[in-house]
């Protein structure tokens, strides 16, 4: 392990920190600041010649100013003659644009994970992508975690009696019935139709919710639209109480203020795959670290193991 080096940007070093406490190793130290003129200066402050380097980047706002600091990290690794350098992408926000809907339009997914191996990426290691498709765009080879297991952990802590799993999406059903076999709980999806970016109508629930105590579950949570949707649908099944589950709580705008606002939520439950707003009220929030599960597969890409095997 001592050819191990994780390094941070400035998108979310508490988490990049809580990474290097799991593998009881240093945060190496690099340093990011602007030029009067605004341009980005980044630069590894240890010999990373020969050594396996991490780079621990988020897709927290500022979106592009992290990604792009992202890009200068990689380089500088490559540069620097690091004989392997791994992307840590916890939430990959560009995954939302994996195909051409609209005439002219970037298909940004692919376009970044192009952008990050010709920044010097060897390797990806990113969790929960919002299209599983979005896998393919990279060429370079990508670990594609769940948070799961992390989530489920939070859960087993709670009252689950006569609970069911619900995705306000049948396309996230899959993922909701993962998490619901861990569980040993039955599951429900949402008929969605999206209106624009902020809303979307619930047609119909598959699946028995009425009078169940609903643990509503999406992979993000950004202006929680499709979220508060499905909890206005279940409070007309006569569910009593319900607990909102995500693995990225980005939180736009008031998103949060909503959830917690909402007479039928009992607890929000994210991953800190997105740094919190500290200027957000917290309310019923409780945020669970995926910093072990992402060391986890460090160590094992490091020591050439089976990342598969930790969701065996």
């Known amino acids: 392990m001592n050819r191990l080096r994780i390094f941070s940007g400035m998108s979310h070093p508490d988490l990049a920190l809580g990474i290097a406490r ?37 897709c927290a706002p500022p979106v592009q100013d992290h990604l792009f600091e992202l890009l200068m990290l990689l380089d500088a690794a490559r540069s620097s003659s690091a004989e392997r350098v791994t992307a840590v992408l916890p939430y990959y926000s560009y995954a939302r644009s994996d195909k051409k809907d609209e005439p002219r339009i970037s298909i940004a997914g692919r376009l970044v994970a192009d952008l990050l191996e010709t920044a010097g990426a060897n390797r990806v290691l990113t969790l929960t992508l919002h299209s599983p498709q979005v896998h393919g765009f990279f060429r370079v080879p990508t670990d594609h975690l769940n948070a799961e297991p992390v989530l489920a952990e939070a859960l087993r802590a709670r009252d689950l009696g006569d609970a069911v799993v619900v995705t306000p999406d049948i396309g996230n059903a899959k993922r909701a019935a993962h998490l619901a076999r861990r569980l040993n709980l039955p599951v429900a999806a949402g008929n969605k139709r999206r209106i624009d970016d902020e809303h979307v109508v619930i047609d119909g629930i598959v699946g028995d919710v009425h009078k169940r105590v609903a643990i509503v579950y999406d992979d993000e949570i950004a202006t929680g639209g499709s979220v508060i949707e499905m909890l206005n649908h279940l409070q007309r099944e006569h569910v009593q109480r319900a607990l909102v589950v995500c693995t990225h709580g980005v939180f736009s705008d008031r998103a949060l203020e909503r959830l917690n606002e909402h007479p039928l939520v009992e607890e929000i439950i994210s991953t800190d795959t997105v740094p919190i707003d500290p200027r957000k009220p917290v309310g019923k929030l409780k945020v669970v670290s995926v910093a072990p599960l992402l060391a986890e597969a460090i160590r ?3 020591c050439d193991e089976s990342v598969s095997a930790l969701f065996s």
């Open 22 to 58: 799991s593998l009881e190793l240093p945060l190496a130290v690099a340093q990011s600041r602007r030029f009067s003129n605004d341009n980005l200066y980044v630069r590894l402050c240890e010999n990373v010649r020969g050594a396996d380097v991490f780079i621990v980047q988020t």
């Open 300 to 302: 094992r890409i490091h």
